[in-house]
């Protein structure tokens, strides 16, 4: 019992992840709306609320024991952990390939093009991207 009560936790654990530890839209993404950069402290407490959230859910919905809640809250947040420490090793490759990326296509171009690409990666947040034809040219 105590086995199947464990994988159900597991199961249930993995299932509430992906929720849990979302990213809002627009984070780290080129030319999309940056939100403020959070602390660590304050994703920390971001975080075990939505543990603690999840955790409220899962013990209305399945109900859970006391003793279930806290097998879960730890199997998450051990989880969660993991994601976090995966997630920046992620972001730090995908920056590196953007920066390849844009350097690669930045070397192809004429100085003007370069000019023109500049402004328009400023640009990109505000939704304003300047053209050749808006230049007059």
Do not use: C, H, W
């Not at 013990?59 to 969660?80: D, H, M, R, Y």
Request: proline share 4%.
């Amino acid at each position: 019992m105590l086995k199947q009560s464990f994988f159900v936790a597991v199961v249930v654990a993995m299932f509430t992840i992906q929720p849990v530890f979302a990213q809002p839209a627009g984070q780290g993404m080129p030319g999309m709306q940056q939100q403020k950069k959070m602390t660590p402290e304050e994703m920390a407490k971001k975080d075990e609320e939505r543990i603690n959230k999840r955790i409220e859910e899962m013990t209305t919905n399945l109900g859970l024991t006391p003793e279930q809640q806290a097998q879960v809250k730890g199997i998450i947040s051990t989880t969660a952990a993991e994601i976090r420490k995966v997630m920046q090793e992620a972001r730090g490759k995908i920056q590196g390939l953007i920066e390849k990326d844009r350097d690669t296509i930045k070397a192809l171009l004429t100085e003007e093009q370069q000019k023109l690409l500049e402004a328009m990666r400023l640009k990109q947040g505000q939704g304003q991207v300047p053209s050749i034809q808006a230049e007059g040219k």
